[in-house]
């Protein structure tokens, strides 16, 4: 374990709240899809309908940018999520904190309920990467809600799995800055338009293909393909 790690996991062992009902409510927000997710999800959704004042060529330029981003940032996410498996992978495999018995003293009996923790890799956060990538898709449209996606992502999202040891806190550091310079380099005008100039005008000529796909997109992605993840965990596992 690196210094870092050393000296934070110790730091947050000693102000910890000593309370089991402390502890589940930590879980709840671990465990849950509201605090982690769907928040930003729906912060998603109202950047892409955000009403602008401007009427004619001014306004629908805002528009079209503020829908761009929203497709950035989907596709940072998504990015994120393939860079931090492939990542996990191919660097040596790093246990998680709270299955370490040499550091179980530093963390509460926690019951988090992700079949996958033995099996993947902690480093680097997946978690924090994708919602990092997400928020700063949110900033770049509209800076007050975007600092509160940021906050949201590492408050609600990062500190949270360091507290239960659910992840390093490295892996969660190296998570947020991969996820945001992602994002920060999809962002680029000349590739955020290139990307997601075929999105837009396929939401333009089928509206509703594209609106139910992206209900489906947006459910998969606010419960980060759970469901996907513990099929393939399943079929690698039970083969």
Request: aromatic share 10%; proline share 6%; net charge positive.
């Amino acid at each position: 374990m690196n210094v870092i790690d050393t000296w934070a996991i110790a730091s947050i062992s000693k102000v910890a709240i000593p309370s089991q009902g402390f502890t589940h409510v930590v879980e709840a927000v671990v465990n849950g899809y509201l605090p982690k997710g769907v928040v930003l999800v729906a912060l998603l959704w109202w950047v892409w309908f955000r009403p602008e004042r401007a009427e004619g060529p001014g306004g629908e330029a805002v528009r079209r940018h503020h829908r761009e981003l929203v497709v950035i940032a989907i596709a940072s996410g998504l990015i994120a999520l393939a860079a931090g498996r492939l990542l996990a992978h191919y660097l040596p495999f790093r246990l998680r904190p709270m299955y370490e018995p040499a550091l179980r003293a530093f963390f509460p009996q926690a019951d988090v309920d992700e079949p996958v923790l033995r099996t993947w890799s902690s480093f680097p956060s997946d978690h924090a990467m994708l919602w990092c990538a997400v928020a700063v898709g949110i900033f770049l449209a509209s800076r007050p809600v975007g600092i509160y996606a940021l906050l949201h992502a590492v408050v609600l999202i990062g500190l949270p799995r360091i507290y239960l040891g659910v992840h390093y806190p490295t892996d969660v550091l190296a998570g947020a800055a991969l996820g945001i310079g992602i994002a920060s380099v999809m962002s680029a005008r000349a590739i955020r338009t290139r990307v997601a100039a075929p999105i837009l005008a396929f939401a333009h000529r089928y509206p509703g293909v594209f609106y139910g796909a992206a209900f489906v997109l947006s459910f998969e992605l606010a419960t980060q393909f759970q469901e996907l993840r513990v099929l393939a965990h399943g079929l690698i596992h039970g083969m």
